[in-house]
């Protein structure tokens, strides 16, 4: 004679929570690799990126990348240039102070890869850039999770808010 009872399948809601959790692991597990290889790219040609930005996933860092996606236009940015990229990103405080900052490591002296290679990985890292705002608004934990879940799985997210 068995001593278990036997127990209930999970309910609806439970298995909407199942589904956002690994939905919400997944986006983690893209945000996670897509920022690694990006910082394999730059590591490669474009190391006073990762000076400059020590959040590559961060949206200051994407519109920067998303601008001078190559050492030589890093350099050639304006100080107006990446204080504008800046304030569209979202930056509201301390602009120009980081704007100088940027602008001092990304012209400073660095090892330059050859030409064609850095022509490549300018465009690896322009699509990157262009992919990962996505994965910057993602900032899982913060107070604006309901807001993250609403745009990512609209149709689980008002069902989940009223647990």
């Known amino acids: 004679m068995h001593n278990h009872r036997p127990i ?10 199942k589904i956002l ?19 394999s790219a730059l590591r490669e040609y474009y190391p006073a990126a990762l000076v400059a930005f020590e959040d590559l996933h961060d949206r200051d860092t ?20 990446i204080r504008s990229a800046l304030k569209h990103a979202g930056r509201q405080r301390n602009l120009d102070v980081r704007a100088r900052d940027i602008q001092a490591t990304l012209r400073a002296g660095q090892l330059a890869a050859p030409a ?7 465009a690896t890292t322009t699509a990157a850039a262009g992919a990962s705002p996505l994965f910057a608004e993602s900032k899982f934990g913060s107070s604006s999770d309901k807001n993250v879940y609403h745009w990512r799985l609209p149709s689980c997210s008002q069902f989940v808010y009223r647990l």
């Open 21 to 39: 959790a690994r939905a919400h692991q997944n986006l983690i597990w893209s945000r996670t690799r897509q920022t690694n290889s990006l910082r």
């Open 62 to 81: 994407l519109a920067i990348l998303g601008r001078a996606p190559s050492p030589e236009q890093g350099a050639r940015l304006s100080l107006s240039a």
């Open 116 to 122: 064609p290679i850095t022509a490549a990985f300018a």
């Open 8 to 17: 209930a399948g999970d309910s609806a809601a439970v298995e909407a929570v």
